[in-house]
């Protein structure tokens, strides 16, 4: 199998990360702050260790600030809805994910008022754009780093200068760039990711980091082991964003993901992959890739005359693994002049080698050539 569906979730994990996963179920096993006994606290030390992997990876200068969720959306709304009232302005782009997309209509819903900052064909955002819609009424700005449909970057840093200088807080989507790209969040107001893609751990792990002098509502509430004679969620880090049990195996099999971004060298191997199926996709006849060459790991293309959909299926035949449609992303489809087709999209991870590219590649051509 040549697996290229790496911008949905990165496939197959490091030894460490499956084992760590294994050796949690198997030796550890208690739920982090619910007891005093010798597991219970390893697990509580072993969320803190991941927290402080996370911020060394993205130069987090608070570990204690990052919050475990289940998945990137679930962060994502946390800050969207813990931030926004009736009566306030969030300004999101044309190239977010449903996570933002869904989030923002269901604020438009409460009488939040939602401004979108249109992209290039290309899928770029442009930080004036983004600006010219700035308002006193402006309480959020919503932007993904980097598209999951054609992997283009966004200028987070010049963002968060503009929101900054207009007293508004900006929220970035990492989901496609964390782990892929060296990122450094030092300076960013809150961002969210997911731990199944460029971090290398297992599905149902999320983190969303909120820098200090912020403090939106909690999305949820319930038991967090601390301060439990409170009816108020508490007002310390993690704990006010951590109602319930986490999921600590995956969190600790997440660890080992980061620590394996941070110790292999993963973002020079990820660009060199990428850029190599990039050049090999857009000298093929008969292939459009939309979005620059400067990107992450996802690259969308169009067949003319070809259904995306069929493409997927005949290359899944031939045990190549690629996904096809809108990618949970409409609004970015529209913007880069794909909505009608979809696209097909490989997305190559660490794992991969040239050789499964030029296999997948070669299998690609046969189809279009039928």
Known sequence: MIYLDNAATTFPKPNEVTD????????????????????SIRS???LFECQEEIARLLSIPSPE????????????????FGTVDAGDEIIISS?????????????SRRGVYVK?????????????????????????????????????????????????ESNT???????QS???????????????????????????????????????????FGGTGSYSESARMPLIYPDRFHAGTVNAPGIAALCEGVRFVLRE???????????????????????????ERERTNAISVICPHHDCVHIAEELNISQVCVRAGLHCAPMAHRTIGTIQSGTIRFSAGFFTEKPDVDFALSALKKIIGK
Not at 95 to 105: G, T, W
Not at 128 to 156: P, Q, R
Not at 205 to 220: H, K, M, V
């Open 20 to 39: 760590a996963l294994t050796a949690y179920m198997t030796s550890c096993g208690a739920s982090p702050g619910r007891g005093g006994y010798d597991s």
């Open 44 to 46: 509580a030390e072993m």
């Open 65 to 80: 600030r990052i919050v475990f969720t289940k998945n990137a959306t679930e962060a994502l709304n946390a800050a969207i």
């Open 95 to 107: 190239m977010e994910h449903n996570a933002v997309m869904r989030a923002a209509h269901e604020c």
């Open 116 to 164: 979108i900052a249109h992209g290039s064909p290309t899928g770029k955002i442009a930080p004036e754009s983004i600006k010219n819609l700035i308002t006193d009424k402006t309480k959020l700005i919503c932007l993904i780093h980097s598209s999951n449909v054609c992997g283009t970057i966004n200028d987070i840093y010049s963002v968060q200068k503009i929101a900054t």
């Open 169 to 175: 807080l900006a929220l970035f989507d990492l989901s």
């Open 178 to 220: 964390a782990g892929i790209i060296p990122i450094d969040a030092s300076g960013l107001d809150m961002v969210a990711f997911s731990g199944h893609k460029g971090l290398m751990g297992p599905m149902g792990t999320g983190c969303l980091y909120i820098r200090e002098g912020i403090d939106p509502s909690p999305l949820l």
């Open 265 to 291: 060298g993963v973002f020079e191997k990820e660009k060199e992959i990428t850029s190599y199926m990039y050049d090999a996709l857009s000298d093929i006849s008969g292939v459009t890739v939309p979005g």
